[in-house]
């Protein structure tokens, strides 16, 4: 819809930010495309995983991109970069008012309520699957493997941390958040790969390319985004922190004698 009002100018390579704080926003690409990690958690629903699977995932890699990629070009080929960091979150339902008026500006806030809902219910997807097996292998404490009623123990606490989130945080502290915890996460399995990458049969360069990939944004993006969003960084280092201590805290007390494991 905005291709059709594109100012070429306000493309111009005159006007680009730096490539460090360039480097720092591909963070924000590693959370918007975190769901593509979600496709794995249906490989047991597909009747032939190993030949749908990557094809899902390739195809919805290149339709998502094709469609991140004009989206883009649209919103900053319509606005200037000061009009696109001021308006913030509306700034697509912005770009969309030439085209369409105050009818283009409604449109694109609900498609991004419906494009929100999408995507937290793809992240709580996967928690049940998850928590219960991380469960059941001695990663997580036992009761996520249960339900109460007819909910998983696992969907419940993903849905709580979520509303907390949402409560507590504004929408680009919460992508913040989410960039840095999916680029630690994308980097510490990559990590653990190397060991079993004979088994897996992946190929150990495209792992070395992935590690520097995620390590080197991460690094980017706390020295430039994070520096300047303490609260955010704090939240984080708090997060990562508790994790932590919760995780040591249940093990110790599961290894204690008398305890069930």
Same mark, same amino acid.
């Given at each position: 819809?905005? /291709?059709?009002?594109?100012?070429? +100018?306000? !493309?111009?390579? &005159?006007?680009?930010?730096?490539?460090?704080?360039?480097?720092? @926003?591909?963070?924000?690409?590693?959370?918007?495309?975190?769901?593509?990690?979600?496709?794995?958690?249906? +490989?047991? %629903? !597909?009747? %032939?995983?190993?030949?749908?699977?990557?094809?899902?995932?390739? *195809?919805?890699?290149? /339709? &998502?991109?094709?469609?991140?990629?004009?989206?883009? !070009?649209?919103? #900053?080929?319509?606005?200037?970069? %000061?009009?696109?960091?001021?308006?913030?979150?509306?700034? *697509?339902?912005?770009?969309?008012?030439?085209?369409?008026?105050? =009818?283009?500006?409604?449109?694109?806030?609900?498609?991004?309520?419906?494009?929100?809902?999408?995507?937290?219910?793809?992240?709580?997807?996967? @928690?049940?699957?998850?928590? +219960?097996?991380?469960? @059941?292998?001695?990663? #997580?404490?036992?009761?996520?493997?249960?339900?109460?009623?007819?909910?998983?123990?696992?969907?419940?606490?993903?849905?709580?941390? +979520?509303?907390? *989130?949402?409560?507590?945080?504004?929408?680009?502290?919460? =992508?913040?958040?989410? @960039?840095?915890? &999916?680029?630690?996460?994308?980097?510490?399995?990559?990590?653990?790969?190397?060991? *079993?990458?004979?088994?897996?049969? &992946?190929?150990?360069?495209?792992?070395?390319?992935?590690?520097?990939?995620?390590?080197?944004?991460?690094?980017?993006?706390?020295?430039?985004?994070?520096?300047?969003?303490?609260?955010?960084?704090?939240?984080?280092?708090?997060?990562?922190?508790?994790?932590?201590?919760? %995780? #040591?805290?249940?093990? =110790?007390? =599961?290894?204690?004698?008398?305890?069930?494991?």
């Amino acid at each position: 819809m905005t /291709i059709a009002n594109w100012n070429l +100018a306000l !493309l111009s390579p &005159a006007g680009y930010p730096s490539v460090q704080e360039i480097v720092a @926003s591909v963070a924000l690409t590693f959370f918007a495309f975190l769901g593509f990690g979600v496709i794995t958690f249906t +490989a047991k %629903d !597909l009747p %032939d995983p190993a030949r749908q699977l990557p094809k899902a995932i390739y *195809l919805a890699l290149a /339709i &998502a991109t094709t469609i991140y990629v004009a989206v883009s !070009l649209g919103v #900053f080929g319509t606005l200037t970069a %000061d009009q696109v960091v001021e308006y913030g979150t509306t700034a *697509l339902a912005e770009a969309a008012k030439p085209t369409l008026g105050e =009818a283009g500006y409604v449109l694109m806030v609900i498609t991004a309520l419906f494009s929100t809902t999408g995507a937290v219910n793809a992240g709580l997807y996967p @928690s049940i699957g998850m928590t +219960a097996h991380l469960a @059941s292998v001695g990663q #997580f404490p036992p009761v996520f493997g249960r339900s109460v009623g007819r909910f998983p123990v696992g969907l419940l606490v993903m849905a709580g941390l +979520a509303i907390v *989130l949402v409560v507590g945080f504004n929408l680009n502290n919460i =992508a913040s958040i989410g @960039s840095a915890v &999916a680029l630690l996460v994308f980097s510490a399995v990559s990590i653990a790969h190397f060991r *079993l990458f004979r088994i897996t049969g &992946a190929n150990i360069v495209v792992l070395v390319i992935g590690l520097v990939a995620t390590l080197g944004t991460f690094v980017v993006f706390c020295t430039t985004t994070l520096v300047n969003e303490p609260a955010t960084a704090l939240a984080l280092v708090a997060i990562i922190a508790l994790s932590i201590i919760i %995780d #040591f805290s249940w093990k =110790a007390s =599961a290894r204690t004698p008398g305890r069930p494991q």
